[in-house]
């Protein structure tokens, strides 16, 4: 679910998705100031869920490649009930899983997709979505189910969130950069929840966690999110970072001797920061 991404490989792929006709610049915006130049921002699916909506600044700085937030450890176990669940899944019928599933069979898991270039209206730069999805259903009708596994307690003010990162999939499924697996449009989408509460003892010193398996449909809006996209990067288009977000930690750091003697800021970001 939480993706790792390798800088040097980004910087290889945001080199060569920017065409030579995105670095012409329009009539007019040879002399623009520094946040209308042209640039094609890479957009990870997981950052735009939580990161963009916590702060602001702190993904200013992320995506601009000037600072990166400390990486909050995962706890092995989650790891270990996603990493079974993607196993168990594969190959299976929605039809028993959760109630309101779309029917289908799991067809393919953790596969990386990037998009074509996402044009925003009355903005010069572009951006484009890169990540690796969770799983894909090969829906009975025509097209394909996207699926989002999540071990947590459902909380209903994180749905819309997480509507970001799966419209951002979808997106780059549908708009893919070249050659891809593709078979078909994306007809439903949403999270598949389980919320382990049960320890249940097997023979021979084993046991299994049990819970509830539930499925939030999360409805397909391509017009709010291209009107998201636009708001972001805008935002990354700014000569100076937005102010952070009053209840962010990382940037409880404001002006810290340590980050500054140890390198992690630029002098630019420093000053900035």
């Known amino acids: 679910m939480i993706s790792a991404f390798h800088a040097t490989r ?8 920017v065409r030579p006709w995105q670095l012409r610049p329009s009539p007019g915006t040879a002399d623009a100031p520094r946040e209308d130049r042209v640039n094609c921002w890479k957009l990870a699916p997981s950052e735009l869920t939580f990161l963009f909506e916590a702060c602001r600044r702190c993904f200013y700085l992320k ?38 599933m779309p ?16 044009g925003v209206p009355g903005c010069a730069s572009t951006s484009f979505v890169r990540g690796r ?4 259903l090969q829906l009975d009708r025509f097209g394909l189910g996207l699926v989002d596994l999540k071990t947590c307690h459902r909380r209903d003010e994180h749905v819309p969130l997480y509507g970001h990162q799966l419209h951002a999939y979808a ?13 078909g449009p994306i007809k439903r989408m949403g999270l598949l929840v389980f919320e382990p509460d049960l320890l249940v ?11 509830h398996l539930e499925w939030i449909e999360i409805p397909r809006d391509d017009r709010a999110f291209l009107k998201f996209v636009g708001e972001v990067v805008t935002q990354l288009g700014r000569s100076s970072a937005p102010d952070p977000s009053p209840g962010c930690p990382w940037c409880r750091y404001k002006g810290s001797p340590i980050l500054e003697a140890s390198g992690v800021l630029r002098p630019a970001a420093a000053a900035d920061f």
């Open 171 to 183: 997106w780059a499924l549908e708009n893919p950069s070249g050659g891809t697996f593709f078979t």
């Open 201 to 211: 003892a097997l023979p021979t010193s084993l046991a299994a966690l049990a819970g």
């Open 10 to 17: 980004c910087r290889v792929i945001y080199r060569t998705q």
């Open 133 to 136: 999805f969770d799983n894909l």
């Open 103 to 118: 029917p289908g069979t799991f067809e393919y898991a953790e596969r990386w997709v990037e998009s074509s270039p996402i």
């Open 63 to 100: 995506v601009r490649g000037l600072l990166h937030r400390p990486r909050t450890p995962m706890p092995k176990i989650f790891t270990t009930i996603d990493a079974a669940m993607k196993k168990y899944l594969q190959g299976q019928r929605t039809d028993a899983l959760a109630i309101g």
